[in-house]
Nanobody, 124 residues
Framework: QVQLVESGGGLVQAGGSLRLSCAAS????????MGWFRQAEGKEREFVAT????????MYADSVKGRFTISRDNAKNTVFLQMNSLKPEDTAVYYC?????????????????WGQGTQVTVSS
């Protein structure tokens, strides 16, 4: 099994930046597509971004395209989400997910393992 631990969340003003990290441990011998999802209070979890196993291909939700960048360092078993030009509507708990067969997967049930989440709060 693979364990995921997110870090890097916090409170930031609108227009600011944060960088989230997701460290994988356990059975990391196999490399999967990885993704970030988020869930705002009172709302359903939504797709944010995915990255292929190689790191060469990415996909983004329209709401974050051009502002967020997903990347990975396979040597360190870590996935990142660089978030720029943050808006109050980006406020949510952000979850790292792994185990998808392709970076084109966008549904939560297509990912086999999840982190506990990290809170991101953007003040106006």
């Amino acid at each position: 099994q693979v364990q995921l631990v997110e870090s890097g969340g916090g409170l930031v003003q609108a227009g600011g930046s944060l960088r989230l990290s997701c460290a994988a441990s356990g059975r990391t011998d196999r490399t999967y597509a990885m993704g970030w999802f988020r869930q705002a209070e009172g709302k359903e979890r939504e797709f944010v971004a995915t990255v292929s196993a190689s790191g060469l291909s990415t996909m983004y939700a329209d709401s974050v395209k051009g502002r967020f960048t997903i990347s990975r360092d396979n040597a360190k078993n870590t996935v990142f989400l660089q978030m720029n030009s943050l808006k109050p509507e980006d406020t949510a708990v952000y979850y790292c997910a792994g185990g998808a067969s392709s970076y084109t997967k966008r549904r939560g049930d297509e990912f086999g393992f999840w982190g506990q989440g990290t809170q991101v709060t953007v003040s106006s």
